[in-house]
């Protein structure tokens, strides 16, 4: 609600008393307001996404549209985006997850926050009782910001040791002066400053707001990290720029700490990290190369980073799909070689940042009137006469099954070969026999 006071001077207005009024009519003030729907009701994501056909037959050309998707919005937003990606794989042992774009779990007072709900099942809520060290939520850019003074989030009891992998979606906003000297942001650490465990931090020594090192601490032996999807070669992964949002990971070899993990600091609370946390996901494994592309994928569709990764990921996906949600072939399939069933997940995102996913399945059709295996019948007649359309050794007439005909002279006179769908012969009387099997018995029919 949005409060306006106007003086109100009628032309040749005078003061004079009076005893009605509160406040003296000299001045006089009418109060004006105007309320924002976007205050009076905060603005929801979409809640539900519909999809068309999601068919494509096999042979179809590069670009041939395959389905169309549409959001249903509770505000009534038409202006819409759509985005997809690869579903994450059902076995990556997620330890931890938190998620800022789902605000369902984060528990805050006026934008502070005291809760932040792991949504991987295990229950590693990430906690501040005390207000005065509780960072805020951004509901704008759906994420947790940490002031790098005193915020902090532990999560009691974890304590993720031995051979894990981590992503982390954040971005670190220390506005760095010359003057103020070296700074270290943690983003996130399992022990104390030096101390055994590991850390997640970004230093800058430049004393400018420009760039600054990113870095994972503390493993007993040397771990795996990418930066936006492309591998880095050392500890110290790479220069990142002043509030860039960056997707990390790494296949961690951590030395064992006591914990607990904390967020926005080392757990001695020593040095505190000035950084805009989106999203955090742990697992108890070193994950395969599979699972980190389609890890890495599935985060940068969501939190817009796909022009950052390389192409190796961005390929995984045979389809594109425009924002306005029409779902297009990215390549011609075929039904005999490749997988029959495709599975996404699509975003559809409103002009406020708010986004809803729904995993959607693609269906490869058979193009029944092509020769898939070369042997002269079309699939469509294989298939009604109960041969392999993938078979180049099994089509119809190569049953050899015995039909009876009377004195038929041949080396056996009750079988006939049908192989070629018709044949000749003559009967005990000498007299030619010719018969002719029309329609599937017929090569290239």
Partial sequence: MKVFFSKILPENWKPTPS??????????????LLFSHSLLKANSAPTDISASNLTIAENSVVGTVIGEFNATDPDGDTNITYSMVLPLPSDLNISLWLDASN???????????SQWDDISGNNRN?????????PFINQSSKSIIFDGQDDLMPITGFNPQGEFTIYAVFANTRETLPSSGDKVDIVLATGPAGG???????????????????????QSTPSITYVNGTRTT?????????????????????????????????SDKSFFG????????????????????????????????????PTEIVELIPFDLDANGTLRSKQTFDFETDDRNYSITVFATDESNNSFESNFTITLIDDIHEDADDDGYSDIIELNQGTDPQNSSDFPGTDYRNYNFTGFD????????????NFEGVNVNNQRLRANFEGANLRNA
């Fill in 19 to 32: 005893a009605n009024s509160f406040v003296p009519n000299f001045l006089a003030l009418s109060v004006v």
């Fill in 103 to 113: 605000t369902s779990t984060i528990t805050h007072s006026n934008g502070s926050v």
């Fill in 126 to 134: 990430a906690i501040q009782t005390e207000t005065t060290k509780r």
């Fill in 196 to 218: 055994a465990g590991f850390t997640l931090e970004t230093y800058n020594t430049w004393g400018t707001r420009s760039t600054r090192r990113l870095y994972l601490y503390g």
């Fill in 234 to 266: 050392t500890e110290e992964s790479k220069n990142i720029n002043y509030a860039e949002k960056i997707l990390f990971s790494a296949k961690v070899n951590s030395s064992e700490a006591s914990g607990p993990l904390t967020l926005g600091s080392y």
């Fill in 274 to 309: 000035k950084n805009e946390i989106f999203e955090i996901l742990i697992s108890n494994e070193k994950h395969s190369e599979e699972k980190r592309f389609l890890t890495e994928s599935y985060l940068a569709v969501k939190w817009g980073l796909t022009d950052t990764l």
């Fill in 410 to 421: 041949a080396n056996n006179p009750n079988t006939v070969d049908l192989r070629y769908g």
